[in-house]
């Protein structure tokens, strides 16, 4: 373990057990953090945990459906009660509905700012008001290249997105005073099991890769690296900023 990246059994709740979530769980726990992984899904919750196992580490999850506030907080709740007073935030909850603008329908519009924008929201505004009193924290949100680039098909995730990317600067300019970090992780194209379905058809994987200049997909494991860093104290300093993790996309 690098001694420059460890993160001391730093009590960490983790929001999103999927591809990028579940990646960014095992890398904590593989740096030393306590962490609680929640998600929707059981079945997501156990690959993650079997995971961690394997690898000599440990993650705690709790299963919880995070459509409301008040199942936000509660699932805060029920988190520190896992791991202790969180030090390390990550919130990596996501959909996308892939429809034109004029093929949507109110409820996908309603349900992908609810699940991308708002569970950001409540679950940060919990776990902040926690780190404020303890004057300490490391906050990261999962954002997304669609919060800058105007991707077709893609109206309510780019909307959550770019939305979400205006609140946590405000949660980083109300809480640096207190020693609370707050940064997002934009990822670019990542191959994931939530992805690859639609990878693998119409062409979409080498459409795709065409517009990176890597040449290439990224990989859950990448996008954990750069969550894992702002997570630890070398990234101390660095507050109100979006990390592009992308293989240059964001370049072209």
């Given amino acids: 373990m690098p001694d420059w990246l460890a993160l001391d059994q730093r009590p960490s709740l983790v929001f999103g057990a999927g591809g990028l979530g579940g990646a960014s769980a095992l890398s904590l726990a593989a740096q030393g953090a306590r962490v609680a992984l929640v998600d929707v899904s059981q079945e997501n919750l156990d690959v993650v945990v079997r995971r961690a196992k394997d690898a000599g580490g440990e993650v705690k999850p709790l299963v919880a459906d995070l459509r409301t506030a008040e199942a936000c907080r509660a699932a805060v709740g029920e988190a520190v009660r896992l791991v202790g007073t969180p030090q390390i935030f990550l919130h990596a909850i996501g959909r996308n509905i892939r429809k034109p603008v004029l093929d949507l329908q109110d409820a996908d519009w309603q349900e992908t700012l609810s699940l991308n924008l708002s569970s950001a929201y409540w679950l940060g505004q919990a776990v902040g008001r926690l780190m404020v009193e303890e004057r300490y924290g ?37 809480w640096a005073r207190y020693g609370v970090t707050v940064n997002a992780v934009a990822p670019g194209y990542i191959e994931t099991d939530l ?23 990224g990989r859950p494991e990448e996008v954990a690296d750069a969550i894992t860093f702002l997570a630890s104290d070398r990234a101390r300093f660095i507050t109100g900023e979006t990390l592009y993790v992308d293989g240059g996309r964001t370049l072209v």
């Fill in 138 to 174: 490391r906050m990261i949100f999962v954002s997304s290249v669609s919060g800058l680039l105007a991707h077709p098909h893609h109206a309510p995730y780019a909307a959550a997105k770019g939305g979400m990317n205006q609140m946590f600067r405000v949660m980083a300019r109300e």
């Fill in 195 to 217: 992805t690859r379905g639609y990878l693998d058809k119409d062409n979409n994987r080498e459409s795709l890769e065409s517009l990176v200049p890597a040449e290439r997909l």
